[in-house]
């Protein structure tokens, strides 16, 4: 059973997200037990997208509430998961905050084992564009580890980054940073053991600033994000993990140049806003898209060949699947309002719960009147035609996209040089005032 959830969770996840970009693997201590810190934008996702990325089993910590119903606690043990006794969970199902010894007596085990955990030292996720303060569970669970069982213990700081966290279909990075050695803190935590917390802790938070992009408000980290796109390297521009190293790269940049010359930081944003408003006025989405080189006789024909042979399977897919997949879209947007940090939680789940409802009243309408041979039809036919209208909608929305970039190349031609021009010497200049 166990088992069987893990691959539908997986499938879902690598479904949502088919990139999962990983940046930083050589600072992994493959061979060492581990203790994964990482900041929480995004629910429940957040500790599949660090198991899949690192494509390795990590056990993870959780709400105690998520534990308390048979389908929660079954999903969250066939992933390792390790509830945590949260103070404000008490009297909502959450249990006693003094169990939490138990918890970190299930970690110190685990750990002792070689195993890999992840934890979210905010204790809550959240969409704000810099991170809450730290718990210290993540410093207290590594140093009794390591007096417990002796172990050559890392911290590694991972930062997530979405490109759109609740939007199906879009890409996600992991920012693996440089691993904290719990060891050189031993001879401190015998000493002193609150202190040595409080300074682990401190230099959890460190790691963390270093791997997570922060900024003082939304629109600045979701601008930054975009001049990093269309600044970075262009062949790289499809690399998530690269633009979002550029990103940083561009915010350290930022913070020194506003305290050298905010003039000229200034500046630098109205120059931004202005070539996004422009070529906003021509509907274009992605800047790159209108340098991309010319649709091709032959790739407008493998286009076609690629939809001609999805469009059988896509159809079917339309007709058994769709409504339910767009209803579960609709039902997360109720259920959580603006709590755009579970909405891609609930989202999948939505969507795992109401799809196969609608396969299973296709499958017993046909079922009824053709016999059991539909019903076995439709319990083939539904995932895979899903699939298909799935990768059917993307390949035509690519190939809409570039016809409708060649025309306006060809009959906006003059404009489309200009805002090339423009977003060159735009680059140039945001590369020499911020230095890179």
Known sequence: MKALIRAVFEALVRLYYPV???DGRDRLPWSSPCLFVLNHPNGLLDPLVLRFGLDRPVRFLGKSTLFGNPFGRVTM???GGIPVFRPRDVGVGGGDSSRNEETFALCRAALARGEWIALFPEGTSHSDPTMKPL????ARIALSSVAAHALDLQIVPVGLFYEQKATFRSR???TVGAAIPVRAYMERYAADERATVDALTDDVR??????VLQADTRELLEGLARVAQWTVHPAARDDLAASRKRAGELLVAWRGLRERNAARADALVDSGRAYLAAVGALGVRDPWALEVERVTAGSALRAALRLTALTPLAVVGLVLGWPMYRLAGRVA???VARAEDVLGTVKMLAGMLLVPVGWVAAAAVLASRYGWHAAMAVAVLGPAGGYAALRWEEHWGTAMEALRMARLRRERATEVA???ALRRALAEEIGA????
């Open 172 to 174: 996600a990075a992991l």
């Open 333 to 335: 947007e109720r259920v």
């Open 20 to 22: 999962i970009a990983l």
């Open 418 to 420: 200009a805002l090339v």
């Open 206 to 211: 460190a790691g963390l600033d270093a791997v």
């Open 135 to 138: 718990k210290t569970g993540a």
């Open 77 to 79: 043990e066939a992933f």
């Open 433 to 436: 005032a911020l230095g890179g």
